[in-house]
């Protein structure tokens, strides 16, 4: 019942992910943060089982982490998204598989941005946006409707709220507050909530 949902401009990703916690049909908090920052110009959004997508994230910036300082040098967002496909598909193949859907985002001078798709099957594909959960499902035409290569962060973030009212109004879950946020050249900021009572786009 989560959602996920992310673009990529020329020198920017923007993600948005809901803010709700449930447990079956038990609502358990509306503060969550599923949006994690992996390194200075790499973030990762996560769906899933609650458990798995704390402790796949985890595991995934710490080795990041590890990687520059064995190397002197971080990961571009690219070979971050592999490498978390990899860890991924390993699991898949063991007896302790993590039920994890991820938005890998990233910002790099010589790659550019980069928004990398990856479902808990291991399937992986570089795109220009996307989403995850149903939510997702109800974006799609948002996206081909509004979407363009050259797209600032104020029209993303536009079509981020377009997206959320579809989601509010459709989808039977309610979804009130997603979070937001950016990762370019400065780094990666969290930007002001979407909420139901966000002016319409």
């Known amino acids: 019942m989560e959602t996920i949902i992310g673009l990529k401009g ?24 599923k949006i994690s920052k992996i390194s200075d110009n790499l973030m990762m959004a996560t769906t899933g089982e609650s458990g798995d997508t704390v402790q796949f994230t985890e595991y995934i910036g710490k080795n990041i982490a590890l990687y520059k300082m064995r ?9 971050a998204a592999h490498f978390t496909r990899k860890n991924l598909a390993d699991c898949l193949r063991s007896r302790s598989p993590y039920f994890v859907n991820l938005l890998v985002a990233g910002y790099d001078e010589k790659e550019g941005s980069e928004l990398h798709y990856i479902d808990y099957l291991a399937n992986a594909k570089s795109v220009n946006y996307a989403g995850h959960g149903y939510g997702g499902m109800f974006c799609a035409s948002i996206f081909d409707r509004y979407y363009n290569s050259n797209i600032s962060q104020d029209d993303a973030y536009e079509i981020l709220k377009k997206c959320v009212a579809e989601i509010q109004k459709r989808l039977i879950i309610n979804l009130s507050t997603f979070n937001v946020a950016v990762v370019d050249k400065n780094g990666m900021k969290y930007l002001e909530n979407i909420t139901s009572k966000s002016p319409a786009a």
């Open 71 to 79: 190397n002197g040098y971080e990961l571009g967002p690219k070979a």
């Open 10 to 33: 020329k020198d920017f990703v923007m993600i948005a992910a809901d803010c709700s916690h449930a447990h079956s049909i038990i609502l358990l908090k509306e503060d969550e943060n």
